[in-house]
């Protein structure tokens, strides 16, 4: 379902995005190791210990209840992730709760720019309406990357409860608008 697609972000790194699939566990584990303890935090909103069996819940994916992506770098004749997203799906609102990490070495350079922008083309596909997420309020960066997109992609409602960002982000219609005759009162 979640196509694979090649990018280059703004800070120049070429990376591969693609489906998370049920082989990439000692990826993953790889990954998590280079996480700081705040990446962690902002992910997960407390302290998760990536075990055996949260390694194995990552990489197995239900896609009627989520879609996860990858994006990776090749280091010589080995990938590695570099950051990642997915969303959970909530068919009846025919929207899509939104996720995304960074690794702590390749923030601030585009990535997570590229895997919303891959997030979002995969959640028109399916037919959601839009994404949800919801983002502490000391994390930044994520914050500045969803409203990046807003009035280009989405419309966005937000609120704040208890330091925790609720963001709605409703899909812009990008149907080719009707042409219309000139108006002299247009020239």
Known sequence: ??????????????????????????????????????????????????????????????PNEEIAVLALVTRGKADKIVGGGRFFIDRERRMAEVVITVGSEYQNKGIGREVLLHLISLARAEGFKGLTAQVLADNVAMLRLLRSLEGVEYDMKKSLDASVFHMDMVFIDREPQEARPADLTDI
């Open 1 to 62: 379902m979640a196509e694979e697609r090649y990018r280059t972000t703004r800070a120049g790194i070429k990376i591969f995005l693609r489906p998370v699939r049920s082989d990439d566990e000692e990826l993953v584990r790889s990954f998590a190791k280079t996480l700081s303890e705040q990446d962690i935090y902002f992910r997960f909103f407390r302290h998760v210990e990536p075990n055996e069996d949260f390694l194995k819940r990552f990489v197995n994916i239900d």
